[in-house]
């Protein structure tokens, strides 16, 4: 089993928080000690900030990834781009509509119940085998604990691979290339360091409509700052800091609560 010690730059897309260590189990009793131990899992870091200084557990070495019939098996360190570029090679449907989410892997995306353009992860869920904090193996086939942006999980444990159901279709290619192109015509370009959506959409309305109505367009607060293309997208310039993220998120939330009279709450998690 390795151990690093790695920089916000490279745990998260959006680079904010301390230096951590981190824990690569490569069996499932390794990965059981630790949650045990309550450590808290990161994947590719897509929509996260690094809030604290404790050891997080990595699992990059749970790789499965198994496709028979109408059903693929993905371990939970499985990264988003990797199931896209199987899906187009045997032309089936799955996660065509998160195409362009930077570094997701399949224990965040089903931790998040990550979703876009109408669909989201848990509709495709079939299974998830999953550790609790006491350290035991079990199956979640009930997915009614799933919601807008929330699931079960790391409450309830690690996610270690899950099974979903797929379906044939023979252009999907497209579809992906679709979905990427419109994620680009109204969000920043991947290779700036933002965390995706920073606050959930509220019923009914959209969080970036709502900062936007507020003037928050290219707002910052030292190192970060909301984009000036979609107002619910912070970008970090490289120097942003914990407390400029706090600071900024605390702000922008005020003002629509004021103007508006509505809460916004983080979609972004802090680990």
């Known amino acids: 089993m390795k151990v690093k010690t790695l920089p916000a730059g490279a745990l998260?897309?959006?680079g904010v928080g301390k230096r951590r260590k981190v824990y690569l189990p490569e069996s499932l009793e390794e990965l059981r000690t630790f949650v045990k131990e309550g450590l808290t899992p990161i994947?590719?870091?897509s929509n996260a900030v690094l809030a604290g200084s404790s050891p997080l557990i990595s699992l990059k070495n749970f790789q499965k990834l198994?496709?028979?019939g109408n059903r693929l098996t993905a371990g939970a360190g499985?990264?988003?781009s990797k199931i896209l570029k199987l899906q187009i090679k045997k032309d089936f449907s799955l996660f065509e509509f998160l195409a362009g989410i930077?570094?997701?892997t399949v224990g965040g995306l089903i931790a998040q119940n990550a979703g876009a353009f109408g669909s989201e992860v848990a509709d495709f869920l079939e299974e998830i085998t999953f550790i609790t904090p006491e350290g035991e193996v079990e199956k979640l086939r009930d997915f009614s604990g799933f919601g807008y942006r929330s699931s079960p999980f790391p409450k309830a444990g690690v996610v270690v691979?899950?099974?979903f159901r797929v379906k044939r279709d023979d252009s999907v290619k497209e579809k992906v290339e679709e979905f990427v192109f419109?994620?680009?015509s109204k969000q920043p370009p991947f290779y700036l360091k933002t965390a995706g959506s920073t606050f959930k959409n509220p019923p009914g309305d959209s969080a970036g409509r709502l900062l936007d109505a507020c003037g928050l367009k290219g707002f910052k607060v030292g190192g970060l700052k909301f984009s000036e293309k979609h107002a619910?997208?912070?970008i970090n310039d490289g120097s942003g800091t914990l407390e400029d993220f706090y600071q900024i998120t605390k702000t922008a939330a005020q003002r629509v609560k004021e103007r508006f009279g509505v809460e916004l709450s983080l979609e972004v998690k802090l680990l």
Request: aromatic letters at 4%; proline letters at 8%; a positive charge.
């Open 78 to 80: 499985v990264p988003l």
């Open 66 to 68: 198994e496709l028979c």
């Open 43 to 45: 994947g590719g870091g």
């Open 182 to 184: 419109k994620r680009l």
């Open 12 to 14: 998260t897309t959006l």
């Open 161 to 163: 691979e899950a099974v």
């Open 232 to 234: 619910n997208f912070l």
């Open 102 to 104: 930077p570094k997701a």
